[in-house]
């Protein structure tokens, strides 16, 4: 059934750690870093983009406020060709 309904492949971090994790790549310690999850489509209800709303900044600036890097060059996530980052995406 996953075959024709499809899945989702998806970087995830548990957000309660978001602060311990940003700490400690600020302090350029061992940390644990994103992990792959694969998700069916059926499964899905929603989705958010990580994207700043009013004053309240996105979680990848607040890294980047507290770690000093960006998350996607802690990630070693790139930018391709349009502007799409390199990430896992839809799996067919």
Not at 52 to 77: D, I, K, N, T, W
């Amino acid at each position: 059934m996953e075959r024709f309904l499809g899945r989702i492949a998806t970087p995830y971090f548990n957000l309660s750690s978001f602060d311990d994790w940003a700490r400690a790549v600020a302090r350029r310690e061992a940390s644990l870093d994103l992990q792959t999850m694969f998700v069916p489509l059926f499964r899905v209800e929603r989705m958010f983009l990580d994207e700043q709303v009013g004053e309240v900044e996105s979680y990848s600036q607040r890294f980047h406020r507290m770690a000093g890097v960006a998350v996607e060059s802690h990630l070693g996530l790139g930018v391709s060709e349009g502007g799409a980052r390199d990430e896992p995406g839809l799996v067919s």
